[in-house]
């Protein structure tokens, strides 16, 4: 890898804020975690990233490392724009408070009452949920990313949701995922008469003085540091990956700022939604944000819970929770294609730490969360989260290989299609996720998705094919086809998501 650029450390200590005593410890901190960050970026082989500390108000840390772009090597600076992901979502949650405190709405206000139209495949949720139920992720609904992974307005988004089955009864139990997200940016659109983006532009960002934070990665193009996203194949090559157009995922996770801008986003978070000695959020509804709404069981919950033993884990409004060493600790991720981003915050010690980088799914983030946490708020420097964390990851990705390998050991040799190749063509329907088409690409069966995804389909056995993405950093799946008893294909199942032929 080309030699990285490393920024300046911008150091606020305030003569009249620290003491001489103070100063030097805080120096001593900085310079321990600078030269963490330094020495564990090589093991994570991490391109870029950009970090921030906050306590007690002030920004005590913040610094940029390595470079946005491997192929175009420039800087990564504390004013590179990156991709906060899913770290939008306790923006979106602020905005919902605003209109809660506006008396706009309630936070048990059932949801057909703000969206009349709103459905979803259970008749009885779709009565029952309420706004509350959209922001902490037990509604009942599974994952269905590939509703925005395909483009799909926000509008249209939350029409197809009718059509997805439960995967548990409404509060029930936990799974994370994007749409009712997306379905709280609709409220917010709905109730206040803007869309989702201009009122948390107008109502967020421009109080706090983020200047160079945008809903959209496409806004801040003309900024003069931007990263390129990068994805890490096997365990050595590092890639430059093309941006994709989710559609309309917006509230969920498009929110692209710079540390300079997110530490006063911190800043707010930590002074109790105070911003220029004026509030913002009402403390009853800021505290709502942080108070635990959901239950996470193991499965849903971080691999670190392996490292950090928390005796509980939940969810708050965009916030994962657990106790750490006697502390409440609210975190988040960011993740998408070829950036991260991670944000920690400690209330009772007011600390906070965020991260951003831009290699696809670099775990750096929680081992530089965790390291800073012992540091700042614990006066911790034993632990090398790095290498354990990163033993940790190595282990899953390791067992993840395993299965692939068992898998492939069963491949049934010598078998063919059951029919000629042709015999697969056609156009084929899926009532959440819509249309796809299979055509010829020479002598292989090409499935194109809306948004310009597609699969590359490989023979694997009988009517099973291995399927590979386009956009290869997404990897590999399987399509499996049916025939009806006349003997056509009638149906292939691709990710438990069934796309039936059409006549």
């Known amino acids: 890898m080309r030699k990285l650029f490393i920024s300046f450390i911008v150091l606020f200590v305030w003569v009249n804020a620290f003491s001489q005593t103070d100063s030097k410890e805080i120096q001593n901190k ?169 009122f948390i532009t107008k109502r967020i960002f421009q109080p706090l003085g983020m200047n160079h934070t945008y809903t959209k990665f496409t806004d801040a193009k003309n900024e003069q540091s931007v990263v390129t996203p990068h994805f890490l194949y096997g365990d050595s090559v590092i890639k430059t990956i093309e941006e994709i157009n989710f559609g309309g995922y917006d509230p969920a996770g498009s929110v692209v700022s710079c540390i300079d801008d997110i530490t006063k986003w911190m800043q707010f978070l930590q002074d109790s939604a105070i911003v220029n000695g004026k509030r913002l959020i009402r403390a009853e509804t800021f505290a709502e944000f942080f108070k635990p709404q959901s239950i996470v069981t193991r499965d849903e919950f971080y691999p670190t819970q392996e490292k950090t033993h928390p005796h509980w884990t939940t969810y708050g409004f965009g916030w994962f929770q657990q106790d750490y060493r006697g502390r409440m600790f609210q975190f988040h991720t960011g993740s998408l294609d070829g950036a991260v981003a991670i944000f920690g915050f400690m209330p009772e010690e007011k600390f906070s730490i965020y991260v951003f980088s831009n290699l696809d799914h670099t775990e750096i983030r929680h081992a530089l969360m965790w390291k800073a946490t012992d ?129």
């Open 30 to 198: 900085v310079d321990l975690f600078d030269k963490y960050i330094q020495s564990s970026m090589p093991l994570w082989k991490t391109t870029g990233l950009s970090v921030a500390v906050v306590r007690d108000g002030n920004v005590i840390f913040k610094k940029g490392y390595g470079v946005t772009n491997i192929d175009k090597p420039q800087p990564f600076t504390t004013s590179t724009i990156s991709f906060c992901a899913s770290t939008t979502k306790a923006m979106t949650a602020a905005c919902i408070g605003l209109l809660v405190d506006e008396r706009k709405i309630k936070w048990d206000d059932k949801l057909k009452e703000v969206l009349p139209g709103f459905r979803l495949y259970d008749p009885y949720v779709s009565d029952e949920i309420t706004i509350r139920d959209l922001l902490r992720h037990n509604a009942g609904l599974g994952n269905g990313d590939r509703l925005w992974l395909f483009g799909y307005s926000s509008e249209e988004i939350v029409r197809r949701m009718r059509y997805m089955k439960p995967a548990y009864s409404i509060r029930s139990s936990f799974i994370y995922q994007n749409l009712m997200y997306v379905v709280a940016g609709e409220v917010i659109k709905k109730v206040s008469g803007m869309p989702w983006n201009e």
């Open 375 to 503: 540091l700042w708020c614990f006066n911790d420097n034993s632990r090398d989260w790095s290498k354990e964390l990163f033993s940790l990851y190595k282990e899953r990705r390791d067992s993840a290989r395993i299965k692939e390998k068992e898998r492939e050991a069963k491949r049934v040799m010598g078998t063919k299609p059951s029919l000629p190749l042709t015999g697969y063509l056609g156009k084929f329907t899926n009532e959440i996720y819509g249309d796809a088409e299979i055509v010829l690409n020479g002598n292989d069966l090409t499935i194109r998705f809306p948004n310009k995804i597609s699969l590359l389909l490989k023979h694997w056995n009988y009517d099973v094919f291995r399927a590979y993405y386009n956009y290869d950093w997404y990897g590999k799946t399987w399509i499996t086809f049916s025939q009806s008893s006349e003997g056509k294909i009638s149906q292939f199942e691709y990710d438990g998501a069934v796309y039936r032929k059409k006549e």
